[in-house]
């Protein structure tokens, strides 16, 4: 298989993570909407409510969406790191490569021709 295709795969192949990352960025950021507005009306009722027994439960609801709020912050981070992650091998090793191509050039321009003679 010639290098083009070989690169290609490997880009479908990458693409396909990445796509199922969104994805799964996409189901999180609709839960996310989801608990906000359930932490807004569980907070709203702890202030109306002045039932003390109430008010505990209310709190302890509070709690847990706000949890599981946080749980889905930090996934949606994680999920952006790693792309991050991903990407930057590539863009470094492009860099990497155009340093040490640039390097060559450079050296082989400061080599006097005489020597080039008596090297060969």
């Given at each position: 298989?010639?290098?083009?295709?070989?690169?290609?795969k490997?880009a479908?192949f990458?693409d396909?993570?990445?796509?199922?990352?969104?994805?799964?960025?996409?189901?999180?950021?609709?839960?996310l909407?989801k608990?906000k507005?359930?932490e807004?009306?569980?907070?709203?009722k702890?202030e109306?409510?002045t039932d003390?027994?109430?008010r505990?439960?209310?709190?302890g609801?509070l709690e847990?969406?706000?949890?599981?709020?946080i749980?889905g912050?930090?996934?949606?981070?994680?999920?952006r790191e790693?792309?991050?992650?991903?990407?930057?091998?590539?863009a470094?090793?492009?860099?990497k490569?155009?340093?040490?191509q640039?390097?060559?050039e450079?050296a082989?321009?400061?080599?006097?021709?005489g020597?080039?003679?008596?090297e060969k």
């Amino acid at each position: 298989m010639k290098t083009r295709k070989l690169l290609a795969k490997l880009a479908n192949f990458m693409d396909k993570d990445r796509n199922v990352q969104s994805d799964e960025l996409a189901a999180i950021r609709e839960v996310l909407k989801k608990l906000k507005t359930k932490e807004r009306k569980l907070r709203e009722k702890l202030e109306a409510n002045t039932d003390e027994e109430e008010r505990k439960e209310l709190q302890g609801k509070l709690e847990v969406v706000h949890a599981q709020r946080i749980k889905g912050l930090e996934r949606v981070m994680e999920i952006r790191e790693s792309r991050k992650e991903k990407s930057a091998p590539v863009a470094a090793t492009e860099e990497k490569d155009r340093e040490e191509q640039a390097s060559e050039e450079q050296a082989s321009e400061e080599q006097p021709q005489g020597e080039e003679a008596t090297e060969k």
